[in-house]
């Protein structure tokens, strides 16, 4: 089956600074590649997604790229604010079931 | 709408006890998920419906059984529970796109503590 892998698994940023989170997966049939906040005690919220015929996607402070031939996708903040502190999960789907990844805990210092 | 709602919040079981879990969604989605939650460990599927009347496992499906015998409701069962069990429990739902899942929409968990 699909195995994703998150790194890191704890990201401390300066409040303005800019976090990147990345993810790889084994299956290249993988072919959506969503991204979860998670508050805590909260549920996972949807972010950002990116399908396999799209390189880049981009939603005000928050990026998602994906490199199909590597098998990796990534998730960039900019302009961190302290609201942006949660867990996030990276995620593919091979069209039956999510694989998550093991999550990153990012805080933004003020 | 409600979204996805699950039943009960929080639960404190002993080794041995049965209990239910209820997941239901009001957006009319053709899947439906349940997954439990470890510190560390991510979000793991344990059994996953792709339409009413149908069930398949997951990544962790020992210990638990699901049903879902109306298109909206997907339960979850634990038939003897064990500490290891211990965990939060998210249900999720997504439509399908182009004959694939699509975005999945979580509930709010259920946290179960099995002594």
């Known amino acids: 089956g699909e195995n994703v892998e998150q790194h890191p698994s704890t990201l401390s940023v300066q409040e303005g600074d800019s976090a990147v989170i990345k993810c790889t997966y084994s299956d290249s049939a993988s072919n959506y590649f969503p991204w979860y906040k998670q508050e805590l005690g909260k549920r996972p919220q949807l972010i950002i997604d990116?399908?396999?015929?799209?390189g880049e996607k981009k939603d005000q402070r928050i990026a998602v790229t994906l490199n199909k031939t590597a098998k990796h996708f990534s998730l960039h903040i900019t302009e961190t604010q302290p609201e942006d502190s949660a867990v996030y999960f990276c995620?593919?789907?091979?069209?039956?079931?999510?694989?998550f990844g093991t999550g990153t805990s990012l805080t933004v210092i003020p | 709408n409600a979204g996805v709602t699950q039943t009960p919040k929080f639960r404190v079981l002993k080794t041995g006890q049965s209990m239910t879990l209820l997941c239901a969604q009001d957006m009319n989605h053709e899947y439906m998920y349940w997954y439990r939650q470890d510190p560390g460990m991510g979000l793991r599927l344990i059994h996953y419906s792709v339409g009413e009347g149908t069930t398949a496992k997951g990544e962790v499906p020992d210990g638990y059984n699901v049903s879902r015998l109306k298109k909206q409701n997907f339960l979850l069962g634990l038939e003897s529970a064990a500490p290891s069990q211990t965990s939060v429990y998210f249900c999720?739902?997504?439509?399908?796109?182009?004959?694939?899942?699509?975005?999945?929409?979580f509930g709010p968990g259920t946290r179960l503590t099995v002594l």
């Open positions: 999720a739902s997504s439509r399908t796109s182009g004959g694939a899942p699509d975005t999945q929409y």
């Open positions: 990116i399908r396999s015929n799209v």
């Open positions: 995620a593919a789907d091979t069209g039956n079931q999510f694989y």
